[in-house]
């Protein structure tokens, strides 16, 4: 794993395995300020003011880092899980620049504990945000109607096409409650039409920058 600059100066991780970023190179905390908290948690936050998110998977930290600043700066009640397989290391977390960049260096320890705490146990880390995490398989992933908010957050089907089948967005769809939206920076064809395909209904928004669009589905 290496460490790279995007061009909003915000860090990401390269993973060696798959030779993809974490991130857009165009703006990590970008794109996540885009995809994640504008079009999934803001959109969501203006009908409810509880939300329960599900994140696949947690990578850096960045999108359940953000949701939590953004989930007190609104006053939310949180409920986070998070996914994943391959959890990057305290010391490799430590090294990205995300507290400085979202102007609370101060907080670098909360995000720290994002990467430190206990698996398969709820943290309530605040009052807004309680968080959890899981390493266990998007692929056979599902908890029946306990999401509000996906945020799907894979490698790209380039990299990773056994995490884009249909059978796994039929778990995502199962997963959310009545009403429920998933958000991915992924817009391609194939793409939307398995989303189709598993009940989401299926909104084509602009893009964070580099990307022409992105992908709100909803149940």
């Known amino acids: 794993m290496s460490l790279i600059t995007t061009q909003d100066g915000s860090h990401s991780l390269l993973s060696e395995q798959y030779g993809v970023s974490y991130h857009s190179r165009f703006g990590a905390i970008t794109e996540s300020a885009h995809v994640f908290i504008a079009a999934g948690l803001r959109y969501k936050a203006l009908v409810q003011q509880r939300i329960a998110i599900l994140e696949t998977g947690l990578g850096t930290g960045l999108n359940a880092f953000m949701t939590w600043l953004e989930a007190e700066r609104r006053n939310l009640a949180v409920d986070y899980a998070a996914l994943e397989m391959f959890p990057v290391t305290a010391e490799e977390a430590e090294a990205l620049n995300y507290p400085q960049g979202l102007g609370v260096p101060e ?6 504990k994002l990467h430190e705490c206990a698996w398969a146990q ?10 959890e995490k899981l390493r266990q398989p998007i692929e056979t992933f599902c908890r029946e109607e306990t999401f509000d908010l996906i945020y799907f957050d894979a490698f790209a089907p380039q990299a990773q096409p056994e995490l884009w089948t249909e059978a796994v967005f039929a ?19 194939h793409f939307k039409r398995t989303l189709k395909k598993t009940g989401f209904t299926v909104e084509r928004l602009q893009g964070p920058p580099g990307k022409r669009e992105m992908t709100r589905a909803l149940k």
């Open 122 to 131: 709820r943290f309530p880390f605040s009052d807004n945000f309680t968080f």
């Open 107 to 112: 907080r670098a320890g909360d995000y720290l």
């Open 171 to 189: 778990n995502m769809f199962r997963s959310l409650r009545p009403e429920g939206i998933l958000v991915t920076y992924c817009a391609q064809g």
